[in-house]
């Protein structure tokens, strides 16, 4: 844009650098101080080499892959959940079961990423009852004796085999 003076001499127009600069900084800073790290959303498990498992705990290359069923009735309610051969009456039943086969996740993080688990579903089963089924294999809440409460792994490798009609 020009601007035009009456008196034709050309004026030097000067830009001032320091408060654009500081608008800059301040930005920036604003910038640098509201930035969240978070995980990334395909978040992948490395497998390094284990420690061997201390007395007591077991081999976490030994725990076998399980395979739970879920049944449902006709209306999308979960009617059964098998592994293996056992029924469990509700997912406090199998995540017990769970703890029970992997340690507890005593064995630590090596327990997690060996064991895998396979989710069979009837087709019109409610999603509901699938997330129920993840959150009692994939881990529980422990309390500390101090009072803090952590989150204890069991189980990271969930699949899902293809659905299929009940009955």
Avoid: C, W
């Avoid at 030994?62 to 069923?69: F, G, V």
């Avoid at 449902?72 to 009617?79: C, E, I, V």
């Amino acid at each position: 844009m020009k601007v035009r003076h009456a008196d034709k001499k050309a004026e030097k127009i000067e830009l001032q650098m320091t408060p654009m600069i500081d608008i800059v900084f301040q930005l920036l800073v604003f910038f640098i101080m509201t930035f969240k790290i978070v995980t990334p959303e395909g978040d992948f498990n490395i497998k390094m080499p284990l420690n061997a498992p201390a007395k007591g705990q077991p081999n976490p290359e030994m725990i076998p892959p399980m395979s739970i069923r879920l049944t449902a009735q006709s209306s999308g309610r979960l009617d059964k959940i098998k592994m293996g051969d056992k029924v469990f009456k509700n997912f406090e039943s199998l995540n017990a079961a769970v703890r029970q086969i992997t340690g507890g996740g005593a064995a630590g993080p090596g327990a997690a990423q060996a064991a895998e688990v396979e989710i069979d579903a009837d087709y019109n089963l409610r999603f509901e009852y699938v997330i129920e089924t993840i959150t009692a294999v994939s881990g529980y809440i422990a309390e500390n004796p101090d009072g803090e409460t952590k989150v204890v792994k069991l189980i990271e490798k969930i699949k899902f085999a293809p659905p299929r009609t009940s009955g």
